[in-house]
């Protein structure tokens, strides 16, 4: 197996897999394939659809067609010659119990039929379970992941070792480190199915970065059973390289027609809002009204549109850095989407620690929630851990930021520039310049264009959360800094009385003297003459 990524954004990647039938693109969406019941040929899936893989239940061939897929071989068997993944059966474990088949006996079929990838017989957590139960599943699951590299025979197959615990994360963790040891080419997330279903994707952000953190960067993670497109940019950007789908196909078989944003029923539609092939010459009324068979076939090929076009749409955001807007954009589609986006605070420094320094981009900042995106992280911890304030800086002055950036090139900047080169040369080097900004805090005159500090665009009015973090950047900026004197251009209109509040304390924690001025509309005359009067007193000290 070679995996080589291309592009890179937050923890997504795009990718070139090869197999032994070919090389597929991630992030890569496998449709799952029931040979019995399949409303859409695995042969359109790939020349019409442009699926460059599939996934099916060996498990399931085994027992329904015993040696056919053997003797034919599974891509001709399935009439697919794109990269063929099959499962083991552990959701059949995870639905009823238990399967008729020993995990040798899998492994051996896996290699008959000619998987490109295939997956162990692990024993899935599942949702509602103890703790104890939990710990099995996890110990059962590694023993047969040792056990298997003594039983296969073949090397050109991709073998995925999953990952257990369910939501008990340090048992995931625990798997993951475990894992990890073994000579996999792929690993896997078990048991997300019932998360999702219960709509608890902040649990799903957790399980998969505690996998994510304690796996091999270099090794693809597939996520088994996130078939909804409206949450395929969460799982991307967490570091899922593949999941696999048979929503298309359940949901068709329901009456039920998918969207990157949510799901509807065919009876509650008046109007299509898609344009791709099946819809755009055709109305919900007369799907309605179509034999249950072919209104099916229409449902599943057009969710099969709507999710390979989410992955399209998902590739480009990566190339132009602008995955975090999409899976903004995505979140505010449900409340458990956004809820799932909030938790990523909780993991923004490893986020960070992964995701490109630089983009072809500037920024969107829309709201509190794109604090834990990584060029704000990386920025805080920059600045606290690596900038130095210039040694004879006496006196900072903290102004407020204007609409126009870089914000040293503002019209408001230039009167205040203005005002400080009227005093001696002397002082005005004693004077460092600062601005406070959303969403990165305190930025330093001197590193104004740096990327991405003039690169973004940022909505208002701010919400509380983030004038809230910019005061205390702000704040924070002065505890670990030298100054004697602290003067703030306090603008209350954008900002409330926040940052003032804390810049006081912080100068009276510190020991240092602190003065301010408001900004008062229609007073700009006034308030350079004052910040004048008050840089000269300090100055003259």
Same mark, same amino acid.
Request: hydrophobic share 40%.
């Given at each position: 197996?070679?995996?080589?990524?291309?592009?890179?954004?937050?923890?997504?990647?795009?990718?070139?897999?090869?197999?032994?039938?070919?090389?597929?693109?991630?992030?890569?969406?496998?449709?799952?394939?029931?040979?019995?019941?399949?409303?859409?040929?695995?042969?359109?899936?790939?020349?019409?659809?442009?699926?460059?893989?599939?996934?099916?239940?060996?498990?399931?061939?085994?027992?329904?067609?015993?040696?056919? !897929? $053997?003797?034919? &071989?599974? @891509?001709?068997? +399935?009439?697919?010659?794109? =990269? /063929?993944?099959?499962?083991?059966?552990?959701? %059949?474990?995870?639905?009823?119990?238990?399967?008729?088949?020993?995990?040798?006996?899998?492994?051996?079929?896996?290699?008959?039929?000619?998987?490109?990838?295939?997956?162990?017989?692990?024993?899935?957590?599942?949702?509602?379970?103890?703790?104890?139960?939990?710990?099995?599943?996890?110990?059962?699951?590694?023993?047969?992941?040792?056990?298997?590299?003594?039983?296969?025979?073949?090397?050109?197959?991709?073998?995925?070792? !999953? $990952?257990?615990? &369910?939501? @008990?994360?340090? +048992?995931?963790?625990?798997? =993951? /480190?475990?894992?990890?040891?073994?000579?996999? %080419?792929?690993?896997?997330?078990?048991?997300?199915?019932?998360?999702?279903?219960?709509?608890?994707?902040?649990?799903?952000?957790?399980?998969?970065?505690?996998?994510?953190?304690?796996?091999?960067?270099?090794?693809?993670?597939?996520?088994?059973?996130?078939?909804?497109?409206?949450?395929?940019?969460?799982?991307?950007?967490?570091?899922?390289?593949?999941?696999?789908?048979?929503?298309?196909?359940?949901?068709?078989?329901?009456?039920?027609?998918?969207?990157?944003?949510?799901?509807?029923?065919?009876?509650?539609?008046?109007?299509?809002?898609?344009?791709?092939?099946?819809?755009?010459?055709?109305?919900?009324?007369?799907?309605?009204?179509?034999?249950?068979?072919?209104?099916?076939?229409?449902?599943?090929?057009?969710?099969?549109?709507?999710?390979?076009?989410?992955?399209?749409?998902?590739?480009?955001?990566?190339?132009?850095?602008?995955?975090?807007?999409?899976?903004?954009?995505?979140?505010?589609?449900?409340?458990?989407?956004?809820?799932?986006?909030?938790?990523?605070?909780?993991?923004?420094?490893?986020?960070?620690?992964?995701?490109?320094?630089?983009?072809?981009?500037?920024?969107?900042?829309?709201?509190?929630?794109?604090?834990?995106?990584?060029?704000?992280?990386?920025?805080?911890?920059?600045?606290?851990?690596?900038?130095?304030?210039?040694?004879?800086?006496?006196?900072?002055?903290?102004?407020?930021?204007?609409?126009?950036?870089?914000?040293?090139?503002?019209?408001?900047?230039?009167?205040?520039?203005?005002?400080?080169?009227?005093?001696?040369?002397?002082?005005?080097?004693?004077?460092?310049?600062?601005?406070?900004?959303?969403?990165?805090?305190?930025?330093?005159?001197?590193?104004?264009?740096?990327?991405?500090?003039?690169?973004?665009?940022?909505?208002?009015?701010?919400?509380?959360?983030?004038?809230?973090?910019?005061?205390?950047?702000?704040?924070?900026?002065?505890?670990?800094?030298?100054?004697?004197?602290?003067?703030?251009?306090?603008?209350?209109?954008?900002?409330?009385?926040?940052?003032?509040?804390?810049?006081?304390?912080?100068?009276?924690?510190?020991?240092?003297?602190?003065?301010?001025?408001?900004?008062?509309?229609?007073?700009?005359?006034?308030?350079?003459?004052?910040?004048?009067?008050?840089?000269?007193?300090?100055?003259?000290?």
């Amino acid at each position: 197996m070679s995996f080589e990524v291309k592009e890179k954004d937050l923890l997504a990647r795009i990718g070139k897999l090869k197999t032994k039938s070919g090389t597929a693109e991630t992030p890569l969406l496998f449709p799952v394939i029931n040979p019995s019941i399949q409303p859409v040929p695995p042969k359109r899936l790939k020349d019409e659809f442009g699926f460059e893989a599939v996934i099916t239940n060996a498990y399931i061939l085994k027992k329904r067609y015993q040696n056919k !897929p $053997v003797e034919q &071989g599974v @891509h001709r068997f +399935l009439g697919f010659d794109g =990269a /063929v993944m099959t499962d083991s059966g552990a959701y %059949q474990i995870l639905v009823y119990g238990n399967v008729e088949v020993t995990q040798a006996e899998i492994v051996e079929y896996q290699e008959q039929i000619g998987s490109d990838i295939a997956t162990i017989l692990d024993i899935p957590t599942g949702w509602k379970v103890t703790r104890e139960h939990a710990e099995a599943t996890v110990t059962e699951t590694l023993e047969r992941a040792k056990a298997f590299f003594k039983t296969k025979t073949r090397n050109d197959i991709l073998w995925v070792g !999953p $990952v257990q615990g &369910g939501r @008990h994360l340090d +048992l995931v963790a625990k798997s =993951a /480190v475990a894992m990890r040891k073994l000579p996999f %080419q792929i690993h896997a997330l078990g048991s997300p199915t019932e998360v999702m279903e219960n709509y608890r994707y902040d649990v799903l952000v957790d399980m998969i970065l505690a996998a994510k953190r304690n796996l091999p960067v270099e090794r693809p993670l597939h996520l088994f059973g996130a078939g909804h497109p409206a949450m395929f940019a969460l799982a991307v950007a967490l570091g899922c390289d593949f999941f696999d789908s048979a929503a298309y196909a359940l949901y068709a078989r329901q009456g039920r027609y998918m969207t990157e944003t949510g799901t509807w029923s065919l009876s509650e539609l008046d109007y299509f809002p898609c344009q791709c092939p099946k819809c755009a010459g055709t109305t919900p009324k007369t799907v309605a009204a179509l034999p249950q068979n072919d209104k099916e076939i229409f449902l599943a090929e057009h969710n099969l549109y709507v999710c390979v076009t989410e992955l399209r749409r998902i590739k480009q955001a990566i190339r132009d850095g602008r995955l975090w807007e999409h899976l903004e954009m995505r979140a505010h589609g449900h409340p458990a989407l956004f809820t799932a986006l909030k938790k990523l605070k909780n993991h923004a420094d490893f986020i960070e620690k992964y995701a490109p320094a630089t983009k072809k981009s500037g920024l969107f900042f829309f709201n509190s929630a794109g604090l834990a995106r990584p060029e704000v992280v990386r920025y805080r911890n920059r600045l606290r851990e690596r900038y130095s304030s210039p040694q004879d800086a006496r006196v900072l002055l903290l102004l407020p930021q204007s609409k126009k950036k870089p914000f040293h090139k503002a019209q408001e900047f230039n009167k205040v520039k203005q005002t400080i080169q009227r005093l001696t040369e002397t002082q005005r080097n004693m004077i460092h310049i600062c601005f406070y900004a959303a969403p990165f805090g305190v930025v330093p005159l001197e590193l104004d264009e740096v990327y991405p500090l003039s690169q973004h665009e940022t909505a208002l009015p701010l919400d509380r959360e983030t004038i809230d973090y910019v005061a205390n950047q702000a704040s924070e900026y002065i505890e670990q800094r030298h100054y004697a004197v602290v003067v703030l251009i306090h603008d209350p209109q954008n900002w409330g009385d926040r940052v003032k509040k804390l810049c006081r304390a912080a100068c009276r924690k510190k020991g240092v003297s602190y003065d301010f001025v408001d900004v008062e509309a229609k007073k700009g005359k006034n308030i350079l003459t004052r910040l004048e009067l008050i840089l000269r007193k300090h100055l003259s000290e």
